[in-house]
Each structure stands twice: as structure tokens, then as C-alpha cells.
């Protein structure tokens, strides 16, 4: 059964950053892209980062240029580095297949960006 365990969020002012992890096991790894998501209070889970089985990035408008998504194969491990935050970044964030089916999901890591 895949495990995904999502660490290091945390509460933040605005403008700061944070580094989160997710460690996947159960499943192979290196073949699939990857992503993470994220749950603001009240609304549905979106995808906010993914990376191809090869490294290839993408993300949505809302983020591009203060995330970085990267991953360790060898670690079976998923970062996002999130830099400049915003309180409109607050929410929970979890980790998962970017494409195809989802693994059941973990419990997520939470994330609040406030002065």
C-alpha cells in the first residue's frame, strides 16, 4: 500500500518561505509525475506544482515564479520551495500522482501565511 508523508509546513509572514517534503513508499517512484496540491479553506483541492518522471515543470499562474517543485528518485522524495508567500498560499498541502490515478492521499501538511 503507497504511503505519501507530507512534512514541513508551518506558520509564516508574508514574504517568507518554506520548504516542504514528501516521502513516498509502497510504490515505485522514479515512473511517475508528480505533484503537489493544495486545499484553502472552503475550497477544493487544486494542483499547485508537478514534475514529470523526467524533471520537467509546470505550475499555474497563481505560483509560477515563487515555487519550485523537485524531486529525488533515489530518496523517492518530492520537494516544494515556496519563496515569497502570500496569504492567499495558506491551505493544506498534500502531495500525489500528477497524472492518472491518485494514490490515496496523506494527511497533508499545513501551511499559513499571516502577519
Known amino acids: 500500500q503507497v504511503q505519501l508523508v507530507e512534512s514541513g509546513g508551518g506558520l509564516m509572514q508574508p514574504g517568507g518561505s518554506l520548504r516542504l517534503s514528501c516521502v513516498v513508499s509502497g510504490s515505485i517512484f522514479s515512473i511517475y509525475a508528480m505533484g503537489w496540491y493544495r486545499q484553502a479553506p472552503g475550497k477544493q483541492r487544486e494542483l499547485v506544482a508537478n514534475i514529470t518522471n523526467i524533471g520537467s515543470t509546470n505550475y499555474p499562474d497563481s505560483v509560477k515564479g515563487r515555487f519550485t517543485i523537485s524531486r529525488d528518485n533515489a530518496k523517492k522524495t518530492v520537494y516544494l520551495q515556496m519563496n515569497s508567500l502570500k496569504p492567499e498560499d495558506t491551505g493544506v498541502y498534500y502531495c500525489?500522482?500528477?497524472?492518472?490515478?491518485?494514490?490515496?492521499w496523506g494527511q497533508g501538511t499545513q501551511v499559513t501565511v499571516s502577519s
Open positions: 500525489n500522482r500528477a497524472r492518472g490515478t491518485n494514490w490515496n
